[in-house]
């Protein structure tokens, strides 16, 4: 009986364990481990979202004025637009709101999905 005591008690802290270094490496550079897991249990869809914004949240691409219509732009990054690039990289937060950046002496914008949708895009 103890033995099966101590195997299932080394087996939860291993998978407690893995479950706290399983995280996107993307997400560390804003969240600990600890604050990522705490998301995970108490918030399954927050995690599932700000998970799931690393890949889908963003779309950059050439911005020329006087064509189309006129957006109203949120910032201005001072960023590489060449580089790969999330929302976080980007040090911009999730809204239920389209967001727009222009991209500091560049031509280039980013377009922020609103986290409303995000888990709704494939």
């Excluded at 009986?1 to 996107?24: C, E, G, P, R, W």
Aim: without cysteine.
């Amino acid at each position: 009986m103890l033995k099966n005591f101590i195997v299932i008690t080394l087996f939860s802290l291993a998978s407690y364990s893995f479950a706290q270094t399983n995280h996107d490496a993307r997400l560390l550079t804003r969240y600990t481990s600890e604050e990522l897991t705490k998301i995970e249990e108490s918030n399954p869809e927050e995690y599932a979202i700000i998970n799931h914004a690393l890949d889908v949240g963003i779309s950059i691409g050439d911005f020329k004025e006087g064509e189309g219509k006129e957006i109203k732009f949120d910032g201005v990054l001072d960023k590489d637009p060449t580089k790969e690039h999330t929302y976080i990289s980007l040090g911009i937060d999730l809204i239920n709101r389209y967001q727009y950046f222009k991209f500091e002496g560049s031509n280039k914008i980013v377009v922020v999905r609103p986290k409303n949708l995000i888990l709704k895009i494939k």
